[in-house]
T-cell receptor, first 110, second 116 residues
Framework: GQNIDQPTEMTATEGAIVQINCTYQ??????LFWYQQHAGEAPTFLSY????GLEEKGRFSSFLSRSKGYSYLLLKELQMKDSASYLC???????????FGGGTRLMVKP | DAGVIQSPRHEVTEMGQEVTLRCKPI?????LFWYRQTMMRGLELLIY????????DSGMPEDRFSAKMPNASFSTLKIQPSEPRDSAVYFC??????????????FGQGTRLTVV
């Protein structure tokens, strides 16, 4: 997607921690979203940050720095079922639409 | 609520034919979005509606694409005539007005379109 970048692929080991980074550029910002998408399925919502800092939700946490145009998704205690694509998206000030990055395909190995 | 419902789940059609994709958003959601997903281009916004009114259709690739939302519970995306490069997964999503309920958009299961 335009103005939003994330790595294409990552590999991690079951039980480990992985951090997926996302950088974005936008003139009007109203929130950063992370979605999970398993192969052949719809994206499902994971987290939302609108203020700087860390939001924690069980094994998943998301961080935002608005001044740096930077976010990351942290996955702890990785499980095989976490193998999926993780999509970063920003919401602008106009309307309620999301602009998505290309997604990071995460492969969790035993 | 059953979530966002799309039909059909799969569509195979011949080049030149008209294709109509359907979407029922979550009841009470004011925003409806049509996205297209391909390996090459990822998830792209085609058009979105607020209170049944099209707000931004700048992502619609060509005049062959059109979308309507005749009421709050139904939207269609039409491709006429279809071309092989239109092959993709088309997602419909809906969300609340910012500040009312959660901020996230909920996606339907998608329609996998193959144009041969």
């Amino acid at each position: 997607g335009q103005n939003i970048d994330q790595p294409t692929e990552m590999t991690a080991t079951e039980g480990a921690i992985v951090q997926i980074n996302c950088t974005y550029q936008t003139s009007g910002f109203n929130g950063l979203f992370w979605y999970q998408q398993h192969a052949g399925e719809a994206p499902t919502f994971l987290s939302y940050n609108v203020l700087d800092g860390l939001e924690e939700k069980g094994r998943f946490s998301s961080f935002l720095s608005r001044s740096k145009g930077y976010s990351y998704l942290l996955l702890k205690e990785l499980q095989m079922k976490d193998s999926a694509s993780y999509l970063c998206a920003w919401r602008g000030n106009a309307g309620n639409m999301l602009t998505f990055g290309g997604g990071t395909r995460l492969m969790v190995k035993p | 609520d059953a979530g966002v419902i799309q039909s059909p789940r799969h569509e195979v059609t011949e080049m030149g034919q008209e294709v109509t994709l359907r979407c029922k958003p979550i009841s009470g959601h004011d925003y409806l979005f049509w996205y297209r997903q391909t390996m090459m281009r990822g998830l792209e916004l085609l058009i979105y509606f607020n209170n049944n009114v099209p707000i931004d259709d700048s992502g619609m690739p060509e005049d062959r694409f059109s979308a309507k939302m005749p009421n709050a519970s139904f939207s269609t995306l039409k491709i006429q005539p279809s071309e092989p490069r239109d092959s993709a997964v088309y997602f419909c999503a809906s969300s609340n007005v910012p500040g009312q309920g959660g901020p996230e958009a909920f996606f339907g299961q998608g329609t996998r379109l193959t144009v041969v």
